[in-house]
């Protein structure tokens, strides 16, 4: 069925940058709120940043000013520009969207990537 795709994980060095993508890799009747999350090693899943369909962002604390989330909704897709990568950024970092898949669908339904590996090192 529909799965979130992600890309544009990697190694980079300190103070360097990557741009994330993710889409749904099939048809949908609807998408809402797209996000991503992060889960470093040993730790929880936390809040990186959040967009809405009106494009209002919300941002972690210890990611803004650094990190910038943004949408294409003619393409379902979001975006996570980093900037100023720090070793604490190293987690695999997961998109998460509420999808309709059909009109008929009575609730929003929290879909998630397959998460992607980001690593900050010298």
């Known amino acids: 069925q529909v799965q979130l795709v992600e890309s544009g994980g990697g190694l980079v060095q300190p103070g360097g940058s990557l741009r994330l993508a993710c889409a749904p890799s099939?048809?949908?009747?609807?998408?809402?709120?797209m996000g991503w999350y992060r889960q470093p090693p040993g730790n929880q899943r936390e809040l990186v940043a959040t967009?809405?369909?009106?494009?209002?962002?919300n941002y972690a604390d210890s990611v803004k000013g650094r990190f910038t989330i943004s949408r294409d909704n003619s393409k379902n897709t979001v975006y996570l520009q980093m900037n100023s990568l720090k070793p604490d950024d190293t987690a695999v970092y997961y998109c998460?969207?509420?999808?309709?898949?059909?009109?008929?669908?009575?609730?929003?339904?929290?879909?998630w990537g397959q998460g992607t590996q980001v690593t900050v090192s010298s």
């Open positions: 998460n969207a509420r999808l309709k898949l059909y009109a008929s669908d009575m609730r929003w339904y929290d879909y």
């Open positions: 967009i809405t369909s009106d494009r209002i962002t």
């Open positions: 099939g048809r949908i009747f609807s998408i809402s709120t």
